[in-house]
């Protein structure tokens, strides 16, 4: 753990995993237990959430273990095309559950192709930045990123998703500024995004429906409003240290989808703010040690991919608790790691893998410059500079490694290294000058 950030990364996502399991456990017992559409068993989604956690770190050790660089070409645009495929294909033959058509099935297990859609485009838009470098500056330049990211986002809305389409949304505008995109080019594309999400929450009565019961809640407090309200009785009710695990009462099929969009509450209910906090502090510290592997990364391509995979993860998570708190309007997002859903705690795992294989690679290319290659080593008999690498650049010699490759020679003895050559070039002209004086007038020691 003192080497880098890999492990700090794995323990923070390996914690939230096992808040979600708990939770998941404790908010869905009621309703399994009293329903026979789930054979009266209060493990059911547990078990579930279970197989799909352990899958998930199979995914992850995977996606933590592989090359990114030499799969850099099949990961970018032919993995968007492959993603655009199936998310035609889930408007086409996918089930309609709750009036959308969001999954595809898989024998007894959903697959949600907006789900992969997030690590698609954050793929694709790590190498568009890292090719395009500068010229991301001129409009014309982004064109081919910006249209089809604007293919991904109507396929996924058509689903109807609209909250997956705002996380996509945000992370490709992050990973534009990131890139070094003119802000006066992404407020015009924001402006037209705006302009595109009223209109769809226009076309849509249930989302204007929304937007008003976020506004007013007490309006409407058995209808759209319900959501919200019973949300906010589960927190206030939970306190400084909640009611204890298992024993929230929200769950007695007050709150709707406590196990998947609202389980936030119930843990609000039965952990109390303490709880909370410690979740919202495991989050916060996922975004800072992301940003830091992003930042400390010298391969522009490894650094936008663990910034978009970073800033998804939380972007998600703060989105999801704004809506259980009432701070935004409903969107439907689960919460990464704790909310119950097979799909996002898979993607939520490779996601961490990725990152965890960018924290790797910058150990990695750390180690690799401490040691000197060959040709450093012809180099530092004669002339005491190192050759200029891709990954750093060492300074002039002080003496230091030339002290050290005398070893025990002047051990004891009273005799000193002498300075260090160093080129002309690399001092001033007058220290030169100096320097070829010093030397002209001083004797050599014999021996």
Known sequence: MRKGNEYWILIICLGLGMVGLLMV?????VVTASSTDFNSDPYFFFKRQGLWFCAGLAALWVARSIDLEKWRPFLSLPFLGLNLLLLVLVLL???????AHRWLMLGSFQFQPSELAKLALIFYMADFLARRGEKVRSFPRLLPALVLFGVTLILVEREPDLGTALILAGVFMAMLFAGGAQVSHMLMMSAAGALVVIGSVIVKPYRLKRIT??????ADPLGAGYHAIQSLLAIGSGGLYGRGFGVGHQKYKYLPEAHTDYIFSILAEEL??????????LFMAFLYKGC??????????????ALGVTFQICLQAFLNIGVVTASTPSTGMPLPFISYGG?????????VGLLMNVARSNLALREESKKPIGTDRKQRKGATL????EESLAAVSTGVWESKAAGARLAGSAEK?????????LLKRTDWAERRRDGGTKKRRPG
């Open 25 to 29: 456990f404790s908010s869905s017992l």
């Open 93 to 99: 033959i996918g089930p309609e559950i709750n009036g």
């Open 213 to 218: 019961s976020f506004l007013e809640p007490d």
């Open 272 to 281: 109390g703010l303490v709880g909370t906090l410690c979740v919202i502090f």
């Open 292 to 305: 830091q592997i992003a930042l400390q990364c010298r391969r522009p391509y490894l650094r936008y991919l």
């Open 343 to 351: 799909t996002s705690l898979l993607f939520s795992l490779i996601a």
């Open 386 to 389: 190192t050759s200029s690498q």
């Open 417 to 425: 290294m002498p300075r260090p050559a160093v080129e002309p070039g």
